[in-house]
Every structure is written in C-alpha cells, then in structure tokens.
C-alpha cells in the first residue's frame, strides 16, 4: 500500500479546485513482534539488554518497521504468518522462554522464507542454535535490519 497525500486547491480557478501530489511515502514493512508483556530487562553490569515492549516497538518504529505484537501461544504466530502481510517476525525470549522458544524455531521450520529473528537468548545457547539453525540470534531490538 502507498500512501499519497493529496491538497485541494480552490484558488487555481478551476471547478472544484485541483489536486496536486505532496509526497508519496512507501509503505513501512510489517514486523510481527512475538511477547508478552515485558518491563526493562538488564544484564549483570546494570546495562539495559531489553528497554521493555513499549520503548522496544517505539524504537522499532523508528527504525522503520510497522510492528504488529502476538503472545507466542502456538499457534497465534504460525497463524498469522500464514495470513501475510508479515516481513519478518521478532520473538522475545525475556519472559516465557519456553513458549517463546519454541515459537521461534517452529516457525523457522514452518516458514523457511520466514527471516526470524529472537532477542533475549544468550549468544552460546548451543541447545536453541542447534533446534533452530536459521534463526538469527540478536542482542538487542537495536541490531534488527532497518525496516
């Protein structure tokens, strides 16, 4: 979808005004952000690992992204995936890690165009490398591609 804002202008003389193009904006991509609920999350050294859902969408907003938030019950994710519209999907692991987990790599094997991202799994987490391959693990919402 575009969006084009349009002016009339009653002044040129013409009946019922003209119309002349302002901008025309590209449509932002849609990212599917799988979570609950979650407040600011930090690391060992008081450093923010997650800012919390509310700052993270404002920041992936701003990144570029229109940014669509779905709980990780399965099959909520897998199902709006299928409906489209989605660009990529984000998954919080900060709370419900095993559902948020699992979400992650099932709809990696699922949806294998799918890019899939996950934030708030340690970089060595072996085990959640090897049950999802393709996924890319993040350190923060802030390493996500620009929308």
């Known amino acids: 979808m575009v969006v084009t804002a349009m002016a009339s202008d009653s002044t040129c003389g013409c009946p019922g005004g003209r119309e002349r193009r302002l901008s025309t904006l590209p449509p932002m991509p849609k990212l599917l952000l799988v979570t609950v609920p979650t407040d600011e999350v930090l690391n060992k050294e008081g450093k923010v690992r997650f800012p919390g859902t509310e ?7 701003e990144a570029g992204w229109d940014v669509e938030i779905i709980d990780p019950l399965w099959p909520g994710p897998l199902t709006r995936c299928e409906e489209g519209g989605v660009d990529a999907v984000l998954v919080s692991c900060f709370k419900a890690v095993p559902r948020s987990r699992d979400a992650a790599s099932t709809l990696a094997r699922r949806m294998p165009d799918m890019p899939i991202y996950v934030v708030g799994v340690l970089q060595k987490d072996e085990t959640f490398r090897t049950m999802a391959p393709t996924v890319g693990v993040l350190r923060n919402v802030g390493e996500l591609p620009q929308g």
Do not use: I, N, S
């Open 55 to 61: 700052v993270a969408v404002e920041k992936l907003t």
